[in-house]
């Protein structure tokens, strides 16, 4: 059922705005229902209603049972509503246009990935790690790139050639000079946009400056590391002043390749390139020795490609062994800390462990027992 017919019915239609242990703030719809006697009502005595009403609700226990996960975004139907003390009930979940697991959000349009040309410098390969991740989400990415008033003309010309070459036009921004926060806001006008990115290189600076009535916490660059400290906690959309939605979601430093292997290639633009002009020789070419490929060749990102590949090859095989309790091989860590790991034969299950004394003491008795 689509929200027009909610609409037509009087009912209250919101958005999910932010997810509370049980609780969900609902950002409810202006017009809907209810919502234009709400308004007249407004406007005889403002000071007593909040514009737009935002209110704190529970999801019904029918949900509950037949497991309607509530999610950051979701568009839901609002009953009984206590205007007074800000409360009401999510009675249904209206079907959702996208849907991402990690950030945890609903009806998303697009990606907003915030990257810093300096302090952190720019790298290619954590660039690049975080383009697949937003590719495989099927939704459009739009690449902004803050603090660009660090580097000189010629070096920001030198980085929009070589992400051309990736199949990205990046827009170069300087929040703290304000060069061209206006237009990534053309980009974000009503859509529902995630942003993301590595910490410390803006992104909540950013967003202070998009919502002026925000004031999130923003963390300086380690000068250590050379990598921002996380100062995002939770995941929660904030209305633009120009429409639309914009998300928040948690900093972190390397996305997982949980993909597909052999889905990978397709979230490099270059070699989707090549793949609409022709085509390999099997269909399931991962495109590293095999014969007649025509993806394997001598473009930027191929070896980012195949270390990725290794990834989400690991990954699979992971998963497979997880899945099989039957299986002979465990995969364990080589080295502690350095992320290195190998898979090594199982040993079979408790044959190898000493018999306890309780155990023993039971076996005896039985013995006993059956000679008795």
Excluded at 219 to 231: D, F, N, P, Q, Y
Excluded at 340 to 356: A, C, D, G, M, V
Aim: glycine share 6%; aromatic share 6%.
């Amino acid at each position: 059922m689509t929200g027009e017919n909610f609409a037509a019915t009087g009912q209250l239609l919101g958005t999910v705005v932010a997810v509370q242990a049980n609780f969900y703030r609902v950002n409810l719809d202006q017009e809907d229902g209810e919502m234009r006697e709400i308004r007249e009502m407004r406007e005889q005595d403002p000071p007593h209603l909040p514009h737009p009403p935002l209110l704190l609700c529970t999801r019904r226990t029918r949900l509950k049972k037949i497991g309607q996960q509530v999610m950051v975004g979701d568009r839901v139907v609002v009953e009984e509503p206590d205007w007074a003390g800000g409360r009401g009930a999510i009675a249904e979940v209206l079907p959702r246009q996208s849907e991402l697991d990690r950030p945890a959000i609903a009806n998303v349009n697009q990606i907003l990935l915030v990257f810093a040309v300096a302090d952190p410098p720019l790298e290619p390969y954590q660039l690049s790690r975080f383009l697949i991740k937003a590719e495989s989400t099927g939704l459009d990415v739009l690449l902004c790139l803050n603090k660009s008033d660090l580097i000189s003309p010629t070096e920001q010309q030198q980085i929009s050639d070589r992400l051309l070459g990736w199949g990205y036009q990046p827009i170069f921004i300087s929040v703290k000079d304000g060069i061209n926060t206006d237009q990534a806001t053309k980009y974000l006008s009503n859509k529902i946009t995630v942003i993301a990115g590595p910490s410390g290189v803006g992104k909540s600076s950013l967003i202070n400056t998009l919502i002026d009535s925000l004031d999130l916490r923003v963390g300086e660059v380690s000068g250590k590391l050379a990598r921002g400290r996380h100062t995002t906690r939770h995941i929660e959309l904030f209305e633009l002043p120009s429409g639309g939605l914009l998300a928040d979601t948690p900093g972190f430093n390397q996305p997982d390749m949980d993909c597909i292997p052999e889905e990978l290639i397709h979230y490099f633009p270059e070699a989707r390139k090549r793949l609409a002009v022709a085509s390999c020789r099997f269909s399931d070419c991962l495109h590293r020795d095999e014969p007649e490929c025509v993806v394997r060749g001598n473009w930027e990102r191929y070896e980012h490609y195949l270390e990725f590949l290794d990834a989400a090859i690991a990954h699979q095989t992971q998963l497979y062994q997880q899945a099989d309790p039957e299986s002979t091989m465990k995969l364990k860590s080589k080295s502690k800390g350095k992320g290195q790991s190998q898979y090594e034969p199982k040993l079979e299950s408790k044959k190898y462990r000493r018999i306890s004394r309780k155990t023993q003491l039971q076996d005896l008795q039985e013995l006993y027992r059956d000679e008795e």
